[in-house]
């Protein structure tokens, strides 16, 4: 026997029967006798004999791999969110390639690409918050491959989005902090560009009109990142120029925990003097001090269903696709930032 990788002509040859006779033993097929078919394994395990999982790919047109585009792997939401897409594409007999693009427009075009060389069945992607050019994402739509957006999603591609209620999360925080007799709400958010944050913001607008409110622009922050810098500077911003303020609406909560961070610098005490509602519930939210009020979002369901909705157009084999959108609800969880 032939050093290095087994195929199914050294068995073949072996046993001195044909190679088809190997291959229908190796899949079961009730044609092999049953004899036959017990020498073929048993040899075939003796020789550690693996699969040409590339020549199997290439002859049934399928890898049984799917790819994921995520803008960070170290956030605690999009860690459920891989969790919930690997559970359903494993238990399916599926194989996951994670891409984390690092928010980096440039390499989620890399990321695009390298998937569509690695021939996989189909993509889960949420963009970054930079993305504005998505002819990297139409060229999957071109290529019939299946594709599902997740959180962050392209409106203008028409394919299967899987989302939260951005806008009735951000009324019902913002509405919060109103009942428990804030009058004074500055706003500080991600890019503006994005649709989750157009929705957070408009919630935001529009739980203050609910109560007669009206928005001062001067307490209201559209940062480039929504990370922990932009919410400290923010709110460092705000009191520079002298603001009146006694809540702060952080629609990540880096930013509000960044926000937060500046107050007790400041020597304000949270939320005895300015309360702050965060969004996203990652685990450090409930470890700061004082813990934060956050907007806790289904990661592990989002992940679940994009999956399924992705191995849904896999599967269609009528080629009668309808593009859908799924909406899912989000909790409100109270805690120490936002407690009179």
Same mark, same amino acid.
């Given at each position: ?22 291959? /229908? ?14 020498? =073929?394994? *048993? ?15 290439? /002859? ?23 969790? @919930? &897409? ?21 390499? *989620? ?12 069945? @189909?993509?889960?992607?949420? &963009? ?14 071109? /290529? ?44 500080? @958010? ?18 203050? *009109? ?58 304000? =005490? ?44 896999? /599967? ?25």
């Amino acid at each position: 026997m032939k050093s290095g990788q087994v195929t199914i002509k050294d068995i073949a040859k072996e046993l001195n029967i044909s190679v088809s006779t190997v291959s /229908r033993a190796l899949a079961g097929n009730p044609l092999v006798k049953p004899s036959t078919k017990a020498a =073929v394994i *048993e040899l075939a395990e003796k020789l550690n004999y693996q699969p040409n999982y590339t020549a199997l790919s290439l /002859r049934n047109n399928t890898t049984k791999t799917l790819g994921v585009i995520i803008p960070q792997l170290v956030h605690d939401f999009f860690s459920m969110v891989v969790r @919930g &897409i690997e559970d359903v594409a494993y238990a399916s007999g599926y194989s996951v390639i994670i891409c984390n693009s690092h928010e980096s427009y440039e390499r *989620e075009v890399i990321d695009t690409k390298t998937l569509m060389n690695g021939r996989v069945d @189909g993509v889960l992607a949420c &963009i970054t918050k930079h993305t504005k050019d998505v002819t990297h994402f139409k060229e999957f739509v071109n /290529r019939s491959i299946p594709l599902v957006f997740f959180d962050c999603v392209v409106d203008d591609i028409d394919t299967d989005k899987v989302i939260i209620d951005d806008y009735e999360a951000s009324y019902n925080a913002v509405n919060h902090l109103i009942e428990t007799g804030r009058k004074h709400i500055a706003y500080i @958010g991600g890019p503006i560009s994005l649709l989750i944050n157009q929705n957070r913001y408009k919630g935001y607008k529009d739980a203050l *009109e609910k109560h007669g409110m009206s928005v001062n622009d001067n307490i209201v922050a559209h940062c480039e990142t929504g990370d922990f810098a932009d919410g400290t500077s923010s709110a460092k911003k705000f009191m520079d120029n002298n603001q009146q303020f006694d809540a702060i609406f952080g629609a990540t909560d880096m930013l509000a925990i960044g926000a937060i961070k500046h107050l007790k610098k400041a020597g304000k =005490v949270v939320p005895h003097d300015i309360s702050v509602f965060g969004f996203s519930n990652w685990k450090i939210s409930e470890l700061y001090e004082p813990s934060l009020s956050t907007v806790d979002q289904p990661g592990y369901e989002m992940g679940r269903i994009s999956a399924e909705l992705l191995l849904n157009q896999i /599967r269609n084999e009528d080629d009668t696709f309808s593009p859908k959108t799924e909406i899912l609800k989000t909790d409100l969880i109270v805690r120490e930032s936002s407690t009179i």
